[in-house]
Nanobody
Framework: QVQLVESGGGLVQAGGSLRLSCAASGITFSIKEMGWYRQGPGKQRELLASLNDSGSTNYADSVKGRFTISRDNAKRTAYLQMNNLKPEDTAVYYC???????????WGQGTQVTVSS
């Protein structure tokens, strides 16, 4: 059974940094792509950053230059380094991964990030 577990969320002051982790287990397939999303109160879930198996990254304009996605294949873990956090970054952050074989997408349960002004 595929399981993604996010960690690293919490409360931080504006201008601070957090590093989120997404540990994958139960994966028996190659991971085509991993991504980080967030969903703020009353908002739709939005893509923040993605990293594919070729090493290419993609970022939302709202986080470009502040957030960095990375991946440790040996540990089957993805990271999201978040710097210069703003109150509007407050949201539940989710990671997902896409199977390279089936295209199925798997989601974690989310981790709360709260940025105080």
């Amino acid at each position: 059974q595929v399981q993604l577990v996010e960690s690293g969320g919490g409360l931080v002051q504006a201008g601070g940094s957090l590093r989120l982790s997404c540990a994958a287990s139960g994966i028996t397939f190659s991971i085509k792509e991993m991504g980080w999303y967030r969903q703020g109160p009353g908002k739709q879930r939005e893509l923040l950053a993605s990293l594919n198996d070729s090493g290419s990254t993609n970022y939302a304009d709202s986080v470009k230059g502040r957030f960095t996605i990375s991946r440790d294949n040996a540990k089957r873990t993805a990271y999201l380094q978040m710097n210069n956090l703003k109150p509007e970054d407050t949201a539940v952050y989710y990671c997902n991964c896409k199977s390279g074989r089936t295209g199925n997408v798997y989601w974690g349960q989310g981790t709360q990030v709260t940025v105080s002004s």
